[in-house]
Nanobody
Framework: QVQLVESGGGSVQPGGSLRLSCAAS?????IGWFRQAPGKEREGVAC????????YYDDSVKGRFTISRDNAKNTVYLQMNSLKPEDTAVYYC????????WGQGTQVTVSS
């Protein structure tokens, strides 16, 4: 069974850090993180292309978030630094393979 297991979400104060993890049970071409706040559309946060190593970051997170991969564990990470209240959302990982697969989502809450 294809599985994407997310972890690392939680509550943090502004300026704090979290690291999200997404462990995948399949090979894929690209992997990314998306987020969705209540009442808002899901938006792309960061993506990584396995083939050429290129990365994409939304302007709202550039310089603060970093996407990386552990090849041995087939796990992708999203290091989130200098968190802001507007980063509060449910974060989803997604991998692109023969089909696309989504993780279950993990809540990130940034508040004082």
């Amino acid at each position: 069974q294809v599985q994407l297991v997310e972890s690392g979400g939680g509550s943090v104060q502004p300026g704090g850090s979290l690291r999200l993890s997404c462990a995948a049970s399949l090979d894929y071409y690209s992997i990314g993180w998306f987020r969705q706040a209540p009442g808002k559309e899901r938006e792309g946060v960061a993506c990584l292309s396995i083939n050429d190593g290129s990365t994409y970051y939304d302007d709202s997170v550039k310089g603060r978030f970093t996407i990386s991969r552990d090849n041995a564990k087939n796990t992708v990470y999203l290091q989130m630094n200098s968190l802001k209240p507007e980063d509060t959302a449910v974060y989803y990982c997604m991998v692109q393979s023969f089909l696309d697969y989504w993780g279950q989502g993990t809540q990130v809450t940034v508040s004082s």
